[in-house]
Nanobody
């Protein structure tokens, strides 16, 4: 069982930046971030494999950057030029090499003036 612990959420003004972190208790094949806004389905924001292959949602391209530190089993999401529509609970996700999914409890990001 791998545990994921997120940090870094909070309140930010439109156009501002936040950096999310997620520490895993074990190594994972891929790690990523999903988000769920009120009344909407959970959606992929970005993910990254252990060799650095990344995938981004169209809404994140050009504004968000995902990275990971394999030595620390940690994934980061740098979010710039934040918009009110980025407001959501952000969940860390990890997938083991056996295809098992793990989820963090989520961290709230609120973009508002």
């Amino acid at each position: 069982q791998v545990q994921l612990v997120e940090s870094g959420g909070g309140l930010v003004q439109p156009g501002g930046s936040l950096r999310l972190s997620c520490a895993a208790s074990g190594s994972l094949f891929s790690m990523g971030w999903y988000r769920q806004a009120p009344g909407k389905q959970r959606e992929l924001v970005a993910d990254i494999t252990g060799v650095g292959t990344t995938e981004y949602a169209d809404s994140a391209k050009g504004r968000f950057t995902i990275s990971r530190d394999n030595a620390k089993n940690t994934v980061y999401l740098q979010m710039n030029s934040l918009k009110p529509e980025d407001t959501a609970v952000y969940y860390c996700n990890g997938v083991s090499r056996f295809g098992i999914n793990y989820w963090g409890k989520g961290t709230l990001v609120t973009v508002s003036s």
